[in-house]
């Protein structure tokens, strides 16, 4: 009696307990900022992202869960001589806590949650414009294109521009939901400065769109 009780109650508990499959895109940015020169002027940079999502109902408006996978950070400068671009893919596990409002068949979640990512892998691209002849006052240090130069270092440890492999933050967004698909909108922003260069703290800034197909 009391194995069946316990099985029973497991199966309500799995009825509360949903996964899929996601992808999406990524605007991202690195927030920068010099002890001397101020905040660096950046551009967004696109990217992808793409994981499994795991979603728990705790309560009929009440949810928590994760959206683990690949996801495309990084930075991107580009002015009219030179684009310079920093790529980086993390392993991302951000913690969501929803709150959901059904409205017909649809169900809308706000959610907020931290997250951590632990960067895999790292590029740096430089590229003049072509036909392009810089002004005499134009340089690659003001405008921050040096620090995407290849010279040799590695792209992750201690070197003057390179970066820290852990971010840590918080995210916040809106799900909208219908039968076993679901739009979500979020935005992250990173409490860890990514650069150990001790001049300038680097911050990581991140707007994101995933479809996901809830399998359960």
Not at 172 to 180: D, E, I, R, S, T
């Amino acid at each position: 009696m009391s194995v069946a009780i316990c099985l029973s109650c497991i199966a309500l508990q799995a009825q509360g307990l949903h996964y899929g499959v996601y992808a999406g895109a990524s605007m991202a940015t690195i927030v920068e900022r010099n002890d001397w020169a101020g905040d660096l002027n950046k551009n967004m940079k696109t990217g992808f992202q793409l994981g499994v999502a795991v979603e728990y109902e705790v309560l009929s408006f009440l949810s928590v869960g994760t959206d683990i996978g690949f996801l495309q950070k990084g930075d991107k400068i580009k002015d009219q001589f030179a684009t310079s671009k920093a790529s980086i893919g993390y392993l991302d596990i951000p913690l969501n806590i929803g709150y959901k409002i059904p409205l017909g068949n649809f169900r809308f979640t706000a959610m907020v949650g931290p997250y951590t990512s632990v960067a895999l892998i790292g590029t740096k691209s430089f590229t003049v414009a072509p036909d392009v002849e810089p002004d005499f006052e134009w340089n690659f240090e003001e405008h921050g294109h040096d620090a995407y130069i290849d010279d040799g270092s590695d792209f992750f440890g201690d070197g003057l521009n390179s970066y820290k492999r852990f971010d840590s933050g918080i995210c916040a967004g809106l799900k909208m939901q219908y039968a076993n698909y679901r739009v979500s909108v979020s935005y992250a922003r990173g409490f860890v400065d990514i650069k150990p260069n001790e001049t300038i703290t680097a911050r990581n800034s991140v707007w994101n769109i995933a479809l996901t197909y809830f399998i359960k």
